[in-house]
């Protein structure tokens, strides 16, 4: 089973970009489908943005299409997560997550998970 590191987050300011990426080991990364999501305090977690394993696939929550982009380099074990254009609603912790499917990944259904970074946006 994969394990997962994020990096990447801090405090910025709106409108400003930041790039999140998440580092895999202990897996065969290049056959899983990667994804990021977000939990902001007292709100569900949220799906942002997911890539299937041969990148050809990608799928983004509403609320950051057009805003975010998601990447991997299977060379590098690594998926990332390019923000721009934030907004204080898009402060919360951002998670990795690493599932055999894409569709399920989609709504949550992942094999490994990261611990999170924050990610928080001044106005």
């Known amino acids: 089973q994969v394990q997962l590191v994020e990096s990447g987050g801090g405090l910025v300011q709106a409108g400003d970009s930041l790039r999140l990426s998440c580092a895999a080991s202990?897996?065969?990364?290049?056959?899983?489908?990667m994804g990021w999501f977000r939990q902001a305090p007292g709100k569900e977690r949220e799906f942002v943005a997911a890539?299937?394993?041969?990148?050809?696939?990608?799928y983004y929550g509403e609320s950051v299409k057009g805003r975010f982009t998601i990447s991997r380099d299977n060379a590098k074990n690594t998926v990332y997560l390019q923000m721009s254009g934030l907004k204080p609603e898009d402060t919360a912790v951002y998670y990795c997550?690493?599932?055999?499917?894409?569709?399920?990944?989609?709504?949550?259904?992942?094999?490994?998970w990261g611990q999170g970074t924050q990610v928080t946006v001044s106005s």
């Open positions: 997550a690493a599932g055999r499917n894409l569709p399920r990944l989609q709504v949550g259904v992942g094999q490994s």
């Open positions: 202990g897996g065969t990364f290049s056959t899983y489908a």
């Open positions: 890539i299937s394993w041969s990148e050809e696939i990608t």
